[in-house]
């Protein structure tokens, strides 16, 4: 891999045909020269089985207590069964809500729910029976990589996580999240091992970039080198994104969501995992009130006035901001591809400091979801860092979150970085620059 430093470049791509990138196939290689990808989809992307114990207790419906002792069956995402049976909604919110143990200093499942994420290893948990999801999770891309050639089992694996646990700092209790590391570490080497030893390519989308960017820093730097060719990371900032900080007030929603993802005291780890980071946004003023303007250093005081508990509020402060500041340079080849141009939540104005009443909204540039400056700050935060020798950032004009894993023309840009044979050569550089 890299071993001389190779020069940092910022690529703006607009949405002008690129020869480069005209036609999916041009760069299709024999299946033996192909690296091994692990993709990590982004929130809500992959499966989650429950079974329930006699220990459970139903606090909705008695009715949520029915598959008591029944074996596995799918929780999330179960759309078939929530369209059948839509009084089943608030039931499968309980049964995906989270409870902080404090003597454990962790979170866990509600007492009598088991859960299990599906088929770790393969792409076939990122789907549902939700139509939606093609857009959203990454069916598409690992069609499109299929389509030049990929084939699952074999170089194309996936590392689907529950979605509702982060990491906490080192030093701290993050049970499930901690196991997910060590799975993800087994199929990363074996991936290599059955592709005659070639590194691997992590290819991931939104919060699946998070969470690999933190398994690479806590893996030793000789075992990065060794085994990770080429970090692509897909609509994932380095800040977060503004949007987030709309959290309703304390009212309870009306009427009651039609996604179980929607109800509130879920109390899922990665409640506040993407808010925007003081060392991105700074002291900006990210909700305006007539009293009082808001700024990222300013959080804990926001997620007080909407209503969450001091526990709650100290469990940001001690083991979500801590992850957030600590957001950098994971030490191998980085390309970062981000959607820009598209309305993007920047400030949220409640003049009379009624949480719980619609915004008035300010929007600047981003993806729709994370704001430009987020993007703007992979630069610094990953490219400008001594110990990251190769960084490229990537933006893509007029394409959404989603669009970068759904959209024609972005997925070939993101196959493209996948199958660049050297990714991170000098000629591979000019050739973009031409481009
Ligand atoms: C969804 O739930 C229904 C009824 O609870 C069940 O029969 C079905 O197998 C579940 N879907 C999946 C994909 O497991
Ligand atoms: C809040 O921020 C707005 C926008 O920057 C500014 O005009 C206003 O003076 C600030 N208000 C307070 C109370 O600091
Ligand atoms: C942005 O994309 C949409 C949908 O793909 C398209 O209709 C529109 O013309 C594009 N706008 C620009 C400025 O490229």
């Known amino acids: 891999m890299a071993a001389e430093a190779q020069p940092r470049l910022l690529v703006l791509l607009l949405a002008w045909p690129c020869l480069f990138v005209g036609s999916l196939a041009c ?30 207790e139903p606090s909705t419906a008695p009715s949520c207590g029915a598959r008591k002792g029944k074996g596995w069956f799918r929780l ?5 069964a929530l369209q059948e049976d839509p009084a089943l909604v608030p039931c499968y919110a309980e049964l995906l809500r989270l409870v902080y143990d404090p003597v454990a200093g962790d979170y866990r499942d509600v007492p009598g729910v088991e859960t299990r994420v599906v088929a770790f290893g393969t792409t076939r948990g990122f789907g549902s029976d939700d139509p939606a999801t093609k857009n959203t999770c990454m069916e598409k891309l690992v069609q499109a990589l299929e389509g030049v050639g990929y084939r699952e089992g074999e170089n194309l694996f996936g590392a689907p996580y529950d979605f509702r646990y982060a990491p906490a700092p080192p030093g701290q209790a993050s ?7 060590s799975k993800l570490r087994v199929l990363v080497e074996q991936a290599s091992e059955r592709n005659g030893n070639m590194p691997v390519i992590l290819v991931t989308h939104s919060l699946g970039g998070i969470n690999a960017n933190v398994f690479l820093s806590r893996s030793p730097l000789a075992w990065r080198r060794r085994y990770v060719k080429h970090f692509v990371m897909v609509s994932t900032g380095a800040g977060g994104g503004v949007f987030l900080l709309q959290f309703g007030g304390s009212k309870p929603p009306s009427p009651p969501p039609t996604d179980p993802l929607s109800f509130p005291k879920l109390n899922f780890a990665t ?6 980071s003081p060392k991105v946004f700074g002291h900006a003023p990210l909700v305006v009130t007539r009293a009082k ?15 969450f508990s001091d526990d709650e509020v100290a469990r940001y402060v001690t083991r979500v901001l801590p992850v957030t500041l600590r957001f950098g340079a994971p030490g191998v080849p980085v390309t970062c591809i981000n959607g820009i141009g598209v309305a993007t939540v920047e400030r949220l104005v409640y003049w009379d400091g009624d949480f719980g009443a619609k915004p008035q909204v300010v929007y600047g540039d981003g993806d729709g979801a994370i704001n430009i400056a987020s993007m703007l700050a992979l630069d610094t935060l990953i490219g400008a860092q001594p110990e990251q020798d190769y960084f490229k950032s990537i933006l893509i004009h007029n394409t959404s979150h989603g669009g970068t894993i759904s959209d024609d023309f972005a997925l070939r840009r993101v196959v493209k970085e ?11 550089v000019n050739k973009k620059q031409q481009c």
């Open 76 to 80: 999330w995402k179960n759309y078939t």
């Open 293 to 307: 303007n808001y700024s990222a250093y300013d959080i804990p005081e926001y997620l007080k006035a909407n209503g």
């Open 175 to 181: 049970r499930e999240f901690s196991r997910f590391l």
């Open 418 to 428: 996948v199958l660049d044979p050297n990714g991170n050569s000098m000629n591979d």
């Open 27 to 56: 760069g299709a290689a024999a299946a033996d020269l192909l690296h091994p990808v692990v993709l990590l989809p982004g929130y809500s992307c992959s499966q989650l089985d429950a079974r329930l114990t006699h220990e459970f």
């Open 271 to 276: 409640a506040f995992s993407a808010l925007p």
